[in-house]
């Protein structure tokens, strides 16, 4: 645990002069004011007034002495206790020295000059001041101990040359915020990388020159597509060019960690730069692009500027595989979609700690600072669930949002980077126009995130030298800053003249380096140099396999019933000494009971046996929500919790081997960011069953751009297959309108194409081969479910062991009692849990010319099995479509047409009745009297007519 200021005085293994001093000092203000010293100091010089019985003013003799003994009392260390009662001018001056250094550590950025145009206004940092510290210019020639610092390399030195030090470590163009951090280590670790060297990068020629190199391709590049391509989109990044060098050293110094895997995220601003000079991309390909050339096998496709891309190149330590994920333009919502592609690749790797795949995230500055997912995706970081060890956050910060650039309008915070404190990563402000420094900042933060395994932030200030994009006119809005930018030259410009000055680059040779690069661009050549032209193809995941099929390729999910009765001995068991809930443990004897076949199986039975069964053929599972490992009601238990230690058991995990696992998490109370989380994780992760429950399916929509922008779209996009599957309780049992929908509407208007399905189990047997399926067919689309809340316990909803070992997944289910088909007059379709409540008062009224059929599939929509089902029916008179939803919610808008289309087939005459609640703009009456008459009213005119 990292300590205070006041524990490391304590720790350190002598008590110097100089804290000693400090003591005194603090000691001197809290007499004063006591609310003017941290909550700790307070605590401990008000509980020695108590012990001394002096009262408030505690001799300040004893306070040192106190520490002394406390010191001694630690380390056994010897502690001269000869001093003076009174300290000399010269040491209260030390004081206020190594005050000014801890506020150069803490405050130096508020003065570092990391705005390449000077725009950005500062206010006054007083504590940077002599003054503020009493000192006066009459002291810069005294000589000063510079205490543990490295800034100085000596132990003395004379206070103008501290001053120095501090001003080229921490005032030039990077800032750094890190003391924060209250871990010791860390901080130290990062306080000395910065003091040793000033700051400074001192790269060696060679290097320069690769740094110049990249910043001729990253300029070049974007004068080439404005030539070419004038006043078309693409979202340049002229005046951040330095990003460019950046990417090329944070991926190197991965691959100097032995990192094997990298997957970045960004958005559009860049990305094109990104793709053709770090991923590889050939520019040629980029150029049919702007031509408006289709691949003949293309799906309906995405811009330009949303393409992801791969490739693997070389590093000092091997080969990397590199990923840029596709991305829509909801702003950041890529970033946990990243971390779950990356945690995917850990996982496959064998890799908890994070040191074989890293996460790169690039943000803009008004999308980090405004969109809440970034935030959850930080509070993630450091959990169980999602933790990726450590992401490299850079801020591409123009210092604009659109056409926004005052601050008091896009964010209430001095810099855009604020959030990230709240999980105390360490940020480095750098000016993007000294592209040395941000070379430096990547190489600090690579190395930090690789040893200490947490998120780190580069805030890369730079500027957009056009508009949003390159048919805006910036100069409507911010003529000012535009103005000043039209002037200002490049990076590239400024790093050449510098370049020239030090006799690194020859006249002329910058000019021949800009033409080379236009040359290779009219061939439409690769720009990047590090590709790798046969890679590893251990590096990749093969999905060859899962291409192809169709929603109804066929999928065997019988299972034996000696092994459904091993996995319910297993599931029912728990380590020696392990102290089970006593209801857990009745419910873990009766699925014993169930798996064995002396009672029927339940929903939650049904399901754990499922996942179980899936273990033992060799895929894994991982099942992520919140409260999922009991379930928000309680029927799941796939987690035992001792009543006497408090130790977690998960059955489950049993069935886990070198190949295969089982991955149980509670998630934060997230949507957004958890449910994208497990998007990337299911897109990464073919032969595997990922599943993330929502608490109640009402919640859902706190994701609903994931749902729209990825699961339902990714495919048509980008090509992406997935298996995700969402468990989203639904059911109107009078919880009132937040509890009770989970808008099956919106998933249903997003059908198309095949993209995804939408199932509605009924029975437990049901929800067994339903999740098999999903695993075991090969194709890879996204599974909504709307799960029971009610049902999980309800008798008529649980099936036999034999309906799990030997049944199979079923479309449409028909009619379960003894009726004569033929000679029905009324037919009610429905879906879900309506179905009980109809089946109870038909039989209690005995209505036997009324059947009752399920689809238990909307889409894709069964249509040739609903009209098999239907042409058993001769005699019908009258056909209901019944639905507890309200008339413009639920199924009925969107499966009408389907319904009507069928009916069209087998029984022409016949139109669609419907049966349900009225039109309501809420979902559910949030009076359960009234949400009683309204379910009795429904039911009643499903089964009799309105």
């Known amino acids: 645990m990292a300590e205070s200021l006041l524990e490391r005085m304590l ?32 605590d401990y010089f008000s509980t020695l007034a108590v012990k001394s019985n002096q009262g408030a003013d505690v001799a300040h003799r004893t306070v040192i002495d106190h520490f002394e003994r406390l010191g001694r009392n630690r380390f056994k260390a010897k502690v001269d206790r000869e001093s003076n009662e009174y300290i000399s001018e010269h040491e209260r001056k030390q004081i206020r020295v190594l005050e000014l250094v801890n506020e150069y550590r803490s405050r130096g950025h508020r003065r570092a000059k990391i705005d390449p145009l000077g725009l950005i206004e500062r206010s006054p940092c007083d504590e940077l001041t002599l003054e503020w510290h009493q000192l006066s210019a009459a002291d810069l020639d005294t000589e000063f101990s510079t205490g543990s610092s490295s800034f100085v390399q000596r132990e003395t030195a004379p206070l103008q040359e501290i001053i120095d030090a501090l001003e080229e470590t921490y005032c030039s163009s990077i800032g750094a915020e890190y003391t924060y951090i209250s871990d010791e280590q860390q901080e130290l670790y990062l306080r000395q990388r910065f003091e040793s060297v000033h700051s400074q990068a001192n790269f060696e020629t060679d290097k320069q020159l690769q740094i110049f190199e990249r910043l001729t391709a990253a300029e070049g590049l974007e004068s080439y597509l404005q030539n070419r391509y004038p006043g078309t989109k693409r979202f340049g990044l002229e005046g951040g060019e330095s990003l460019i060098p950046m990417m090329h050293e944070t991926l190197q110094r991965l691959g100097h960690w032995e990192t094997k895997e990298c997957v970045i995220g960004m958005a559009h601003r860049g990305r094109l730069n990104v793709l053709v000079n770090i991923l590889g991309k050939r520019t040629s390909d980029l150029f049919d692009e702007f031509e408006g050339s289709i691949p003949e096998d293309a799906n309906s496709g995405d811009v330009k500027y949303h393409q992801g891309f791969s490739s693997n190149f070389y590093t000092p330590k091997g080969e990397m595989h590199v990923a840029l994920s596709f991305n829509p333009s909801h702003l950041e919502i890529i970033g946990p979609v990243v971390e779950g592609s990356v945690r995917a690749r850990q996982d496959r790797r064998k890799d908890p700690l994070g040191t074989l795949v890293a996460p790169v995230l690039i943000h803009g500055d008004a999308a980090f600072a405004g969109q809440g997912v970034v935030m959850e995706t930080f509070q993630m970081s450091q959990t169980r669930g999602y933790f990726t060890g450590g992401t490299i956050h850079v801020i591409l910060n123009n210092q604009i949002g659109f056409t926004t650039s005052e601050r008091v309008d896009a964010r209430s915070t001095e810099y855009c980077s604020e959030v990230a404190k709240m999980v105390q990563a360490p940020i480095l402000h750098v000016n993007g126009d000294d592209v040395e420094a941000v070379v430096f900042a990547a190489q600090v933060a690579t190395d930090y995130r690789c040893a200490f395994g947490r998120d780190v932030v580069i805030d890369l200030v730079c500027y957009r030298r ?93 299972y034996s019933r000696t092994d459904l009765r091993e996995i319910g001995q297993v599931l029912a068991s728990s380590p020696t000494g392990f102290v089970v809930h006593r209801q857990v443990a009745k419910i873990l004897e009766d699925r014993e009971k169930m798996l064995a076949g002396a009672a029927e199986v339940n929903w939650g039975c049904a399901e754990i046996a499922a996942y179980a069964s899936l273990l033992k053929q060799g895929l894994s599972v991982r099942l992520v929500g919140q409260d999922v490992s009991i379930g928000t009601f309680s029927h799941r238990h796939a987690a035992l919790y001792c009543q006497r230690s408090g130790s977690e058991y998960i059955a489950l995990q049993q069935y886990q081997n070198d190949e295969t696992r089982f991955s149980l998490y509670n998630s934060l109370l997230s949507e957004e960011a958890a449910l994208a989380f497990e998007y990337g994780y299911a897109t990464t992760t073919p032969n595997a069953l990922v599943i993330w429950e929502a608490q109640f399916g009402d919640f859902a929509n706190g994701a609903q751009v994931v749902i729209d922008q990825f699961l339902s779209s990714g495919e048509a996009k980008w090509d992406r297959l997935c298996g995700l599957v969402m468990l989203l309780p639904h059911g109107y049992e009078g919880q009132g309108p937040e509890h009770s929908s989970a808008r099956l509407e919106r998933y249903l208007q997003l059908c198309a194409e095949h993209n995804i399905q939408v199932c509605v189990p009924s029975t437990s047997a049901q929800i067994f081969h339903l999740l098999r399926r999903q695993a075991l067919r090969m194709m890879r689309r996204p599974l909504i479910v709307m799960s029971p809340k009610s049902l999980l316990r309800h008798k008529l909803a649980t099936s036999t062991v034999e309906e799990l070992a030997d049944g199979a997944w079923q479309n449409i289910i028909g009619e379960c009692d003894e009726i004569d088909l033929a000679k029905a007059k009324r037919l009610v379709l429905c879906s879900g849990k309506v179905f009980y409540g109809l089946l109870e008062q038909r039989r209690q009224q005995e209505m036997h010319d009324t059947a009752i059929v399920r689809i238990e599939q909307l889409y894709p929509f069964p249509s040739d099995e609903l009209a098999a089902e239907l042409r058993q029916f001769s005699s019908l008179e009258d056909v209901v479509w019944c639905q507890e939803e309200p008339r413009n919610q639920g199924a009925w808008y969107s499966m009408k047409h389907r319904l009507e289309n069928v009916l069209e087939l087998t029984h022409p005459r016949l139109a669609f009745r419907y049966a349900g609640r009225d039109a309501y703009a809420a979902p559910a009456s949030g009076f359960q009297v009234r949400a009683t008459a309204r379910q009795e009213k429904l039911v009643r005119e499903a089964l009799h007519g309105g």
Do not use: C
């Open 11 to 42: 720790s350190s293994s002598h008590l110097s002069a100089n804290s000693a001093s400090y003591i005194e000092a603090m000691y001197e203000q809290y007499l004063a004011n006591a609310n003017d010293v941290p909550e700790e100091w307070r």
């Open 466 to 558: 056009r508009g949003h994009n390159e048919a805006e006119d910036p100069f409507k809005t911010q003529p000012l800053m535009y103005e000043k930018i039209r002037s200002h030259p490049t990076t590239r410009a400024l790093y050449a003249k510098k370049l020239e000055q030090l006799g690194v680059l020859q006249p002329g040779q910058a000019h021949e380096m800009a033409t080379e690069l236009r040359d290779r661009l009219d061939r439409g050549e690769r720009i990047a140099l590090s590709l790798v032209s046969e890679p590893d193809e251990e590096l990749f995941v093969d999905w060859r396999p899962y291409l192809g099929h169709d929603w109804d390729a066929p999928a065997d999910t019988t």
